[in-house]
């Protein structure tokens, strides 16, 4: 994946050689400071979106659930909680914090093996450290599919709902209101009033749409290793979210059965043997294990 190209905006002066020549030499020093920084997230940016408006996973799949004008997901969809929690894992392992136990002398299965903290470094993202947090702090240490639900908040052990990460749909919105993607609106349901997030900037929406559908018709490589992690990624998690559809839909039928056979061929991929391909993520295919079992 290739990590984001920083911009600069505004009009640019020319300056004397010699203090060109003296900030040239301290930009060289600050990105050699910078590099071992960057060099951890490589695999967190898209190329050509600005630094306000990347997006983590969690993000993408809830701005692909969204309804462009009303700002709410449907009500019908009981899936997205669920695949957000499995967002939050796959990030935060390409993040390089998070980690599956190693396999012993007799492999376990990806759903039997435990989620160890690699590093408590903070992220940044204030949903993704109190997630990463909760797995820090849990000895013993629980399973991909344990901590979705726990994440999730669907569990029948009370003394576990403390696990629950609450009101995360209006917080990822939040967010994204700040990075200028969605707006904030009150809505009158008759008997309620409700928050809604309205889409204010199609660009960005339109350009993760065209991402995820190119990814399975004009640069579909047909093996999942070629294919870019986080994108990757996104296609299991917005199906699993029942999110992909909305990706889909402005395609005409012929683009969108080839789409969805291509999709099909990827659920149909056993992630136990996936996991053992060179220049894997564990992560990734624990979740997809989680699942699609």
């Known amino acids: 994946m290739t990590s984001l190209s920083q911009r600069?905006?505004?009009?640019?002066?020319?300056?004397?050689?010699?203090?060109?020549?003296?900030?040239?030499?301290e930009r060289e020093v600050g990105r050699e400071e910078q590099e071992p920084r960057r060099g951890e997230e490589l695999d967190h940016d898209d190329s050509g979106d600005s630094k306000e408006t990347r997006l983590t996973?969690?993000?993408?799949?809830?701005?692909?659930?969204?309804?462009?004008?009303?700002?709410?997901?449907?009500?019908?969809?009981?899936?997205?909680?669920s695949g957000l929690r499995g967002c939050m894992l796959i990030e935060l392992a390409l993040r390089g914090r998070l980690q599956l136990e190693p396999c012993g002398v007799r492999?376990?299965?990806?759903?039997?093996?435990?989620?160890?903290?690699?590093?408590?470094?903070?992220?940044?993202?204030?949903?993704?450290?109190?997630?990463?947090?909760?797995?820090?702090?849990?000895?013993?240490?629980?399973?991909?599919?344990?901590?979705?639900?726990?994440l999730s908040g669907e569990t029948w052990n009370p003394l576990k709902l403390h696990y629950q990460l609450r009101n995360v749909r209006e917080r990822l919105a939040k967010n994204l209101v700040e990075k200028g993607v969605l707006t904030t609106e009150k809505q009158n349901f008759l008997l309620f009033d409700m928050t809604t997030h309205p889409l204010?900037?199609?660009?960005?929406?339109?350009?993760?749409?065209?991402?995820?559908?190119?990814?399975?018709l004009e640069k579909w490589v047909n093996d999942p290793h070629r294919m870019d992690k986080r994108l990757l990624a996104l296609i299991f998690?917005?199906?699993?979210?029942?999110?992909?559809?909305?990706?889909?839909?402005?395609?005409?039928?012929?683009?969108?059965?080839?789409?969805?056979?291509?999709?099909r061929q990827l659920l149909e991929l056993e992630p136990e043997a996936e996991s053992m391909k060179v220049n894997t993520n564990e992560m990734l295919w624990a979740v997809v294990a989680a699942f699609t079992k």
């Open 107 to 150: 492999r376990k299965s990806l759903l039997a093996r435990k989620v160890l903290c690699k590093s408590d470094a903070p992220t940044g993202d204030v949903l993704l450290d109190e997630a990463l947090k909760h797995i820090k702090e849990t000895q013993p240490p629980e399973t991909v599919q344990s901590w979705i639900e726990l």
């Open 237 to 263: 998690l917005a199906h699993s979210s029942d999110v992909l559809e909305n990706a889909f839909a402005p395609l005409v039928d012929e683009q969108y059965d080839l789409a969805m056979k291509r999709v």
């Open 200 to 216: 204010t900037n199609n660009n960005i929406k339109q350009r993760l749409i065209k991402k995820v559908q190119e990814a399975v």
């Open 57 to 81: 996973l969690m993000e993408e799949v809830l701005l692909l659930g969204l309804k462009d004008r009303e700002g709410y997901t449907s009500f019908w969809n009981d899936c997205i909680s």
């Open 8 to 25: 600069s905006s505004g009009l640019v002066q020319r300056r004397p050689e010699a203090s060109r020549a003296a900030a040239d030499k």
